[in-house]
């Protein structure tokens, strides 16, 4: 395997945990996330689903959870079904787990090949009222319903209709959400990995070079460490980019006098680390940038230490709103009047900082969590201000990840952030 797997007790407690919050007579069922199709007999790389991880740490295409803690037959209360591979199958993708190596990874006891999936289901179908099944849930984001979760959940509700169906998400979330500490763990070395991958990317940048270069950098070191692959597609914008957020073309050459900004996250043991740094191309922030860095940097390191417990994502948005206003004002780009003038509904500082300051981190780089839930110890989340003002063509973000603590843990403390530290970090 190409890391260290979480130890089947993470999974065996998680389980428990989930099995104290459903109803009595319940069944859980969880399927394997989509193989999507690329061209021809290949597909896009494989991620597994994030809650099929969570309980069982089967990083497997085809493969169903089944727990039903009231069964009568205590070799069905727990039961991991994993895909057959034919011979053949093994010629062209290669190993697949064996059922006692699934045993071994998940902790469940008893493992069956998909093939007796459908006739298992039927005896299970048959002795519960209620059924748990996972659709992914996010307020704010509606995803064509494409995948084999969603099929799989519409095929069950159509073969047995009169069974009472209940989602798994309201459960799932909050635990995911509170990570142990083989969680922290792998989210550090994540975050490890991805303080590697800048240290490297920065010495490589100068004037010149093209975006993709710096981020052929970034997924060189991520890879030769033990990352899958990145976090989430990076960003590795110069001059004007730097002010589009979710750019990833990545296809411009770096001129002399631009600020780079990278956005970046390597994925270790299905854990997402998730940076940002802007740093100035020919190794001088020029006094404009270094002005606005600094507000950026100020913010930054203000914020870090308010990742407590107690807190919420608005409260952390909240402070930094203010330290916006403040920050704007006196880098000219706002005014008292703009302030007092403004529209409550659009207000001033987002022309310059229109996204939110932190979001929940995990198994997926935007983990699940709302920003009105509370700060409990062990969460973690992103800190992130920014500022961009595009009609200079500087956009500065800084990006780190931090534990909720009386005293927040950034899992990235070694990344250089101060002025100082990055120019020299660039002399060539
Ligand atoms: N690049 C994703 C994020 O920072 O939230
Ligand atoms: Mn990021
Ligand atoms: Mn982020």
Redesign the pocket.
């Known amino acids: 395997m190409r890391y260290q797997p979480l130890s089947a007790q993470f999974y065996i407690e998680n389980r428990k945990n989930l099995v104290g919050e459903i109803a009595e007579d319940s069944l859980v069922l969880l399927t394997s996330n989509t193989e999507f199709p690329r061209c021809g007999d290949t597909t896009l790389p494989f991620r597994q689903n994030s809650e099929l991880l969570y309980l069982s740490g089967i990083d497997q295409e085809e493969t169903y959870l089944a727990l039903a803690p009231w069964h009568s037959n205590p070799d069905y209360r727990e039961i991991l079904f994993i895909k057959n591979p034919s011979p053949e199958k093994i010629i062209w993708f290669g190993h697949r787990l064996s059922k006692q190596q699934a045993k071994e990874l998940s902790g469940v006891r008893t493992v069956m090949f998909t093939e007796q999936f459908p006739d298992i289901l039927q005896d299970l179908m048959c002795h519960v009222q209620h059924v748990y099944l996972h659709l992914p849930e996010n307020p704010r984001l509606r995803w064509e319903p494409i995948t084999r979760e969603y099929r799989f959940a519409k095929q069950l509700m159509e073969e047995y209709p009169l069974h009472d169906y209940r989602r798994l998400a309201p459960l799932l979330y909050p635990m995911r959400c509170q990570k142990s500490a083989e969680e922290l763990q792998a989210l550090k070395h994540a975050c490890d990995i991805t303080t590697k991958a800048f240290l490297r990317a920065a010495k490589a940048i100068e004037p010149g070079k093209y975006e993709y270069e710096i981020e052929a950098e970034l997924t060189y070191e991520m890879i030769r460490n033990g990352a899958t692959t990145h976090s989430?597609a990076p960003?590795v914008a110069a001059g004007p980019d730097t002010c589009i957020l979710h750019y990833i073309k990545n296809d411009k050459q770096i001129r002399d006098g631009d600020l780079l900004l990278m956005?970046?996250?390597a994925e270790y043991a299905n854990y997402a680390g998730?940076?940002?740094r802007t740093v100035p191309v020919n190794g001088k922030f020029s006094p404009r940038q270094k002005e606005i860095y600094s507000s950026v940097l100020a913010i930054y390191k203000e914020t870090i230490p308010l990742f407590r417990p107690g807190m919420t994502i608005h409260k952390i948005n909240d402070f930094v709103f203010r330290r916006m206003e403040e920050e704007l004002q006196k880098l000219g780009l706002l005014t008292a009047a703009d302030i007092q003038q403004q529209d409550p509904a659009w207000p001033a500082f987002k022309k310059y900082y229109m996204h939110n300051t932190s979001h929940f981190i995990g198994l997926d780089?935007h983990d699940v969590g709302e920003r009105d839930w509370t700060f409990q110890p062990g969460m973690v989340l992103?800190c992130?201000p920014g500022i961009y003002v595009a009609e200079e063509g500087i956009g500065v973000?800084i990006?780190t990840d931090v534990v909720v603590a009386d005293t927040p843990i950034n899992l990235m403390p070694d990344m250089p952030v101060e002025v100082e530290e990055i120019e020299a970090l660039m002399v060539k």
Request: net charge negative.
């Open positions: 989430f960003i956005d970046f996250g998730d940076a940002t780089v992103s992130e973000r990006e």
